[in-house]
Protein backbone atom coordinates (compact mmCIF):
# COMPACT_ATOMS: atom_id res chain seq x y z
CA UNK A 1 0.00 0.00 0.00
CA UNK A 2 1.29 3.52 -0.95
CA UNK A 3 1.98 5.56 2.05
CA UNK A 4 -0.30 8.45 3.12
CA UNK A 5 1.71 9.79 6.36
CA UNK A 6 3.44 12.30 4.87
CA UNK A 7 0.70 15.05 4.64
CA UNK A 8 0.26 15.56 8.45
CA UNK A 9 4.09 16.78 8.02
CA UNK A 10 3.88 19.27 4.88
CA UNK A 11 5.24 22.37 4.20
CA UNK A 12 3.88 25.64 5.15
CA UNK A 13 4.13 26.41 1.43
CA UNK A 14 2.33 22.91 0.31
CA UNK A 15 -0.67 24.01 3.36
CA UNK A 16 -1.26 27.44 1.51
CA UNK A 17 -1.88 25.42 -1.59
CA UNK A 18 -3.95 22.82 -0.72
CA UNK A 19 -5.78 25.13 0.98
CA UNK A 20 -6.06 27.08 -2.11
CA UNK A 21 -7.03 23.99 -3.83
CA UNK A 22 -10.49 23.28 -1.11
CA UNK A 23 -11.25 26.56 -1.26
CA UNK A 24 -11.20 27.05 -4.84
CA UNK A 25 -13.83 23.98 -5.21
CA UNK A 26 -15.72 24.69 -3.15
CA UNK A 27 -15.70 28.87 -4.27
CA UNK A 28 -16.39 27.83 -8.18
CA UNK A 29 -19.80 25.31 -6.57
CA UNK A 30 -20.73 28.26 -4.57
CA UNK A 31 -21.05 30.51 -7.52
CA UNK A 32 -22.70 28.12 -9.89
CA UNK A 33 -25.38 27.91 -7.46
CA UNK A 34 -25.60 31.65 -7.11
CA UNK A 35 -25.83 31.99 -10.60
CA UNK A 36 -28.38 29.28 -11.17
CA UNK A 37 -30.51 30.10 -8.30
CA UNK A 38 -32.47 32.76 -10.14
CA UNK A 39 -33.66 30.47 -13.01
CA UNK A 40 -34.31 27.74 -10.57
CA UNK A 41 -36.14 29.73 -8.75
CA UNK A 42 -38.34 30.81 -11.60
CA UNK A 43 -38.45 27.08 -12.83
CA UNK A 44 -39.85 25.46 -9.20
CA UNK A 45 -42.76 26.69 -6.90
CA UNK A 46 -42.54 27.43 -3.06
CA UNK A 47 -43.53 23.83 -2.49
CA UNK A 48 -40.92 22.11 -4.31
CA UNK A 49 -38.34 24.32 -2.53
CA UNK A 50 -39.95 22.99 0.79
CA UNK A 51 -39.73 19.03 0.04
CA UNK A 52 -36.03 19.74 -1.40
CA UNK A 53 -35.65 21.84 1.94
CA UNK A 54 -37.02 18.73 4.16
CA UNK A 55 -34.91 16.57 1.72
CA UNK A 56 -31.50 18.44 2.08
CA UNK A 57 -31.94 18.97 6.04
CA UNK A 58 -32.49 14.73 6.04
CA UNK A 59 -29.56 14.65 4.48
CA UNK A 60 -27.26 16.87 6.40
CA UNK A 61 -28.86 15.66 9.94
CA UNK A 62 -28.45 11.90 9.80
CA UNK A 63 -25.38 11.64 6.59
CA UNK A 64 -23.60 13.06 8.86
CA UNK A 65 -23.76 11.21 12.02
CA UNK A 66 -24.32 7.90 10.03
CA UNK A 67 -20.47 6.61 10.67
CA UNK A 68 -20.99 7.93 14.53
CA UNK A 69 -18.56 10.23 13.76
CA UNK A 70 -16.18 7.18 13.05
CA UNK A 71 -14.55 8.71 10.14
CA UNK A 72 -12.72 11.48 12.02
CA UNK A 73 -10.42 8.65 13.31
CA UNK A 74 -9.19 7.67 9.74
CA UNK A 75 -7.06 11.05 9.55
CA UNK A 76 -5.53 10.50 13.10
CA UNK A 77 -4.80 6.97 12.45
CA UNK A 78 -1.20 6.41 13.18
CA UNK A 79 -0.73 4.47 9.95
CA UNK A 80 -2.44 3.52 6.74
CA UNK A 81 -3.28 0.06 8.01
CA UNK A 82 -4.72 1.48 10.67
CA UNK A 83 -6.34 3.94 8.81
CA UNK A 84 -7.68 1.93 6.01
CA UNK A 85 -9.36 -0.14 8.82
CA UNK A 86 -10.96 2.61 10.18
CA UNK A 87 -12.54 3.34 6.46
CA UNK A 88 -13.74 -0.16 6.61
CA UNK A 89 -15.49 0.52 9.96
CA UNK A 90 -17.04 3.15 8.91
CA UNK A 91 -18.26 1.96 5.86
CA UNK A 92 -19.55 -0.65 8.06
CA UNK A 93 -21.76 1.55 9.97
CA UNK A 94 -22.59 4.02 6.76
CA UNK A 95 -24.46 0.56 5.48
CA UNK A 96 -25.91 -0.55 9.08
CA UNK A 97 -27.36 3.35 9.55
CA UNK A 98 -28.59 3.26 6.33
CA UNK A 99 -30.90 -0.09 6.35
CA UNK A 100 -31.82 0.57 9.73
CA UNK A 101 -33.48 3.93 8.12
CA UNK A 102 -34.87 2.17 5.75
CA UNK A 103 -36.43 -0.21 7.90
CA UNK A 104 -37.52 2.52 9.81
CA UNK A 105 -39.20 3.95 7.27
CA UNK A 106 -40.41 1.08 5.89
CA UNK A 107 -42.58 0.71 9.23
CA UNK A 108 -43.22 4.27 10.12
CA UNK A 109 -42.94 6.17 7.36
CA UNK A 110 -46.05 6.92 7.06
CA UNK A 111 -46.47 8.21 10.73
CA UNK A 112 -43.22 10.51 10.10
CA UNK A 113 -45.24 12.35 7.75
CA UNK A 114 -48.17 12.46 9.42
CA UNK A 115 -46.64 13.73 12.22
CA UNK A 116 -44.95 16.60 10.62
CA UNK A 117 -47.62 17.13 8.27
CA UNK A 118 -45.51 16.73 5.18
CA UNK A 119 -47.52 14.03 3.36
CA UNK A 120 -46.15 14.97 -0.08
CA UNK A 121 -42.74 14.05 1.14
CA UNK A 122 -44.02 10.40 1.26
CA UNK A 123 -43.11 9.37 -2.29
CA UNK A 124 -39.62 10.98 -1.28
CA UNK A 125 -38.69 8.20 1.60
CA UNK A 126 -37.27 5.82 -0.21
CA UNK A 127 -34.16 8.09 -1.43
CA UNK A 128 -33.50 8.82 2.19
CA UNK A 129 -31.72 5.61 3.28
CA UNK A 130 -30.18 6.20 -0.21
CA UNK A 131 -28.77 9.55 0.14
CA UNK A 132 -27.70 8.85 3.77
CA UNK A 133 -25.20 6.22 2.79
CA UNK A 134 -23.84 7.93 -0.30
CA UNK A 135 -23.20 11.12 2.26
CA UNK A 136 -21.54 8.78 5.31
CA UNK A 137 -19.48 7.47 2.65
CA UNK A 138 -18.57 10.25 1.01
CA UNK A 139 -17.67 11.61 4.19
CA UNK A 140 -15.34 8.59 4.93
CA UNK A 141 -13.66 8.92 1.83
CA UNK A 142 -12.73 12.34 1.95
CA UNK A 143 -11.30 11.77 5.03
CA UNK A 144 -8.86 9.39 3.54
CA UNK A 145 -8.30 11.73 0.43
CA UNK A 146 -7.50 14.22 2.83
CA UNK A 147 -4.94 12.25 4.77
CA UNK A 148 -3.36 10.84 1.07
CA UNK A 149 -3.58 14.39 0.18
CA UNK A 150 -5.02 14.62 -2.66
CA UNK A 151 -6.84 17.90 -2.29
CA UNK A 152 -7.22 18.57 -6.28
CA UNK A 153 -9.39 15.12 -6.25
CA UNK A 154 -11.62 16.44 -3.22
CA UNK A 155 -11.84 20.48 -5.00
CA UNK A 156 -12.56 17.97 -8.23
CA UNK A 157 -15.76 16.06 -6.42
CA UNK A 158 -16.92 19.00 -5.14
CA UNK A 159 -17.43 20.99 -8.05
CA UNK A 160 -18.83 17.88 -9.62
CA UNK A 161 -21.31 17.73 -7.06
CA UNK A 162 -22.65 21.04 -7.71
CA UNK A 163 -22.58 21.19 -11.10
CA UNK A 164 -25.09 18.03 -10.91
CA UNK A 165 -27.11 19.52 -8.21
CA UNK A 166 -27.68 22.67 -10.46
CA UNK A 167 -27.69 21.41 -13.79
CA UNK A 168 -30.26 18.62 -13.39
CA UNK A 169 -33.02 20.68 -11.98
CA UNK A 170 -31.97 23.41 -14.53
CA UNK A 171 -32.17 20.99 -17.76
CA UNK A 172 -35.51 19.43 -16.70
CA UNK A 173 -36.95 22.51 -15.76
CA UNK A 174 -36.24 23.80 -18.98
CA UNK A 175 -36.71 20.60 -21.07
CA UNK A 176 -39.07 18.81 -19.14
CA UNK A 177 -41.65 19.39 -16.41
CA UNK A 178 -40.26 21.09 -13.60
CA UNK A 179 -40.39 19.59 -10.02
CA UNK A 180 -39.36 18.40 -6.69
CA UNK A 181 -38.11 15.47 -8.20
CA UNK A 182 -35.75 17.25 -10.36
CA UNK A 183 -34.66 18.72 -7.60
CA UNK A 184 -34.11 16.26 -5.18
CA UNK A 185 -32.61 13.98 -7.79
CA UNK A 186 -30.27 16.69 -8.62
CA UNK A 187 -29.25 16.71 -5.00
CA UNK A 188 -28.69 12.78 -4.90
CA UNK A 189 -26.84 12.14 -8.07
CA UNK A 190 -24.31 15.11 -6.92
CA UNK A 191 -24.00 13.12 -3.57
CA UNK A 192 -23.29 9.87 -5.71
CA UNK A 193 -20.71 11.37 -8.07
CA UNK A 194 -18.79 13.26 -5.24
CA UNK A 195 -18.70 9.60 -3.52
CA UNK A 196 -17.78 7.95 -6.76
CA UNK A 197 -14.96 10.62 -7.53
CA UNK A 198 -13.34 10.29 -3.95
CA UNK A 199 -13.34 6.50 -4.15
CA UNK A 200 -10.85 6.95 -6.70
CA UNK A 201 -8.26 7.77 -4.11
CA UNK A 202 -9.30 4.50 -2.11
CA UNK A 203 -8.47 2.64 -5.79
CA UNK A 204 -5.19 4.16 -6.50
CA UNK A 205 -3.78 3.77 -3.29
CA UNK A 206 -4.35 -0.09 -2.95
CA UNK A 207 -3.22 -0.58 -6.28
Known sequence: MQQTD???RDSPKKFIRNVFKLI???GVGQVLLVLATPFITRLYSVKDFG???IFIATQTIL???ACFRYE???ITADDDEQAINQLGISVLFSLFSSNIIALALLFWGDHFVGWFNIQEFRSFLYLVPIIVLFTALGNGLRYWTSRAGNFSLIAIARLL???IMVGVPLVTGFFFVATASALIWGTLLGSMIQMFVLSL???RTKA
Open 6 to 8: TVI
Open 24 to 26: TGM
Open 51 to 53: LWS
Open 63 to 65: GNI
Open 72 to 74: YSI
Open 161 to 163: SYI
Open 201 to 203: ELW
